[in-house]
């Protein structure tokens, strides 16, 4: 990719400009991912060592969890009511706070019969393979028994 650089902007080939990277705005984010980058250190130092590695490890990506949706909460847009609000943070297992807090003109359809029979098929696929087909692998491989 071949550029000329210019005082305001990045001329790329087909003639697309980028926005220029300013100072502030580099910092500003910086602060803002700082808490994600500095919790999991704090947190790592303070879990006690008797706790199992895989304790320790869940809370590491809790604490990386909750980092992250208090970011995106942060800098969502919308504005939406304290139940959803608190549904997003609490509830809600995806990032995109926009798309979640966004005010919607219309309900959501209700689900067809087909998507119903997949998802109970699915339900029914993964209690099989957690109580049958887990419990005929050996004792001896406890990693692949989990």
């Not at 992250?68 to 942060?74: A, D, E, G, S, V």
Request: proline content about 7%; aromatic content about 12%.
């Amino acid at each position: 990719m071949t550029g000329v650089v210019n005082s305001a902007a990045i001329r790329l080939d087909e003639g697309e400009t980028s926005r220029p990277l300013k100072l502030g705005s580099t910092i500003a984010t910086l602060l803002d991912v700082l808490p994600i980058l500095v919790a999991p250190l704090i947190t790592y130092f303070w879990l006690p060592s008797a706790w199992p590695r895989w304790a320790s490890v869940w809370v590491l990506v809790g604490v990386i969890f909750a980092g992250c949706k208090i970011l995106t909460w942060m800098k969502a847009t919308p504005s939406a009511s304290f139940g959803r609000h608190v549904g997003y943070l609490f509830a809600w297992p995806g990032l995109d706070a926009n798309a979640f807090l966004a005010n919607r003109a219309g309900r959501v359809a209700r689900p067809t019969l087909q998507e119903w029979c997949f998802a109970v098929f699915k339900l029914a696929l993964g209690l099989t393979l957690l109580f049958g087909a887990a419990r005929m692998i050996p004792s001896n491989l406890p990693y692949v028994r989990g």
